[in-house]
């Protein structure tokens, strides 16, 4: 007996591979999308083949059109046997900032609604036979959501993810196959109107519209006995992203809200005391530079003492006898050491970099200790007033 499997978003892409893969296997397809002439193209190549294929343009977002799909099916075709969910949409603005209302539920819409109103209108068919397959095509982006398929995308890929899972672990006693697959980056239209388009040179690493049919097709022939609940299709190659996704994170924003002109930020790098902070493409984190990231510890409230050429932070008790202190005693700290404790002759002083803090408070210094009848010892000519 024949199978018939609906596929949305078949005129082109993945869907389109799909349909294609499971009709040379003898399943009627059905295709369904926005356009009427790319389907009915496909529908040609497919009858050109040997196959059996139904286009139908349906807005799979309105519910009416999803009950008019199902009723044509069921008068040309019969019950449905798989389902295939494949059509999305994605968001021209990706960061949430300016994200407009209406491109948020356009995209959930697409993605995540219709997914739902599909699978409610064929459920019937497939319970009330004990048995029937519905694959729907998420992304990665709803594992490691970011700024190249934007906030709505990942949150409805995601959504929908989850819903699979629902089905899954609801009606897998009833026969019903629930199964995702989260390809990576994909070579498909969608990709054209992103903020910036992918050159042809790196399309050409990514996953190709055929590649995840192949993985839709296996899950589907394969017996019914056997469920691939989720299936993830990534290129083997990882390409760098970060210039994508600066440019995304500014798409849509308004003029006074462009690189340079964000609130408390007069320029991508903003400097604080002697260290630059710098936004990084790939994911705008603050990060010191190195080059600019002073090696001294500066107090705010008064400048540094400076220490006399040639003193050492370790004091020998031949040294401190010489500077008219007892020895074994511990030298002032100064504010250009970079530890606030000085060691004792036989062990080396532990310095802290990243714990010291950077503003040295007489508190924090050890006390000089003189014998009662010496003199304070003089300051170097260029020293500043101790702090």
């Known amino acids: 007996m ?11 892409g993945m869907g389109l591979e799909t349909a294609r893969l499971l009709a040379r296997d003898g399943i009627a397809v059905v295709l369904v999308g926005r356009r009427q002439e790319p389907l009915d193209k496909a529908a040609a190549e497919i009858g050109a083949e040997g196959g059996t294929a139904l286009a139908l343009a349906a807005d799979i977002t309105r519910a009416d059109d999803v009950t008019r799909v199902l009723d044509r099916i069921h008068a040309e075709l019969g019950p449905v046997d798989v389902l295939v969910n494949n059509a999305g949409s994605a968001s021209s603005v990706l960061n949430p900032q300016w994200l407009p209302h209406e491109e948020w539920r356009q995209v959930l819409d697409v993605n995540l609604t219709a997914v739902f109103q599909l699978t409610q209108a064929v459920l019937p068919d497939m319970l009330g036979r004990d048995g029937g397959t519905i694959v729907t095509v998420s992304s990665l982006a ?3 959501p970011n700024l190249l398929g934007g906030a ?3 949150a409805a890929k995601a959504g929908v993810r989850n819903f699979m899972t629902f089905l ?24 054209d109107n992103r903020a910036r388009p992918p050159a042809p040179e790196e399309r050409a690493h990514m996953l190709q519209p055929e590649d ?8 589907i022939m394969l017996p019914q006995r056997v469920v691939l609940q989720e299936i993830v299709v990534a290129p083997t190659r990882q390409r760098d992203t970060s210039a994508d996704l600066e440019i995304s994170r500014w798409t849509g924003a308004p003029a006074d809200a462009g690189p340079g002109k964000r609130s408390g930020d007069a320029d991508p790098r903003t400097r604080s005391g002697d260290a630059a902070s710098r936004v990084h493409p790939a994911d705008a984190s603050r990060q010191v530079d190195p080059a600019d990231a002073a090696p001294r510890l500066h107090s705010t409230a008064a400048p540094p003492r400076v220490n006399p050429v040639g003193a050492s ?26 530890a ?9 002083p532990r310095i802290h970099p990243a714990d010291a803090s950077p503003r040295i408070r007489p508190t924090d210094t050890v006390p000089q200790v003189r014998p009662a009848d010496t003199a304070s010892p003089a300051p170097p000519a260029d020293a500043d007033p101790q702090v």
């Open 212 to 219: 995840v049919a192949e993985a839709v097709r296996l899950a």
């Open 152 to 154: 709505a995308y990942g």
């Open 313 to 338: 932070p370790r004091i020998r008790p031949a040294d401190a006898l010489a500077q008219g202190r007892p020895a074994g005693t511990s030298p002032e700290a100064h504010p250009t050491d970079t």
């Open 2 to 12: 024949t199978r018939t499997a609906l596929i949305t978003g078949a005129g082109s």
């Open 168 to 191: 899954h672990n609801t009606f897998r006693n009833q026969g019903l196959r629930a199964i995702t697959v989260l390809p990576g980056e994909a070579d498909t239209p969608i990709l």
């Open 142 to 144: 709803a594992v490691n």
């Open 340 to 348: 606030p404790q000085v060691a004792s002759a036989d062990a080396p």
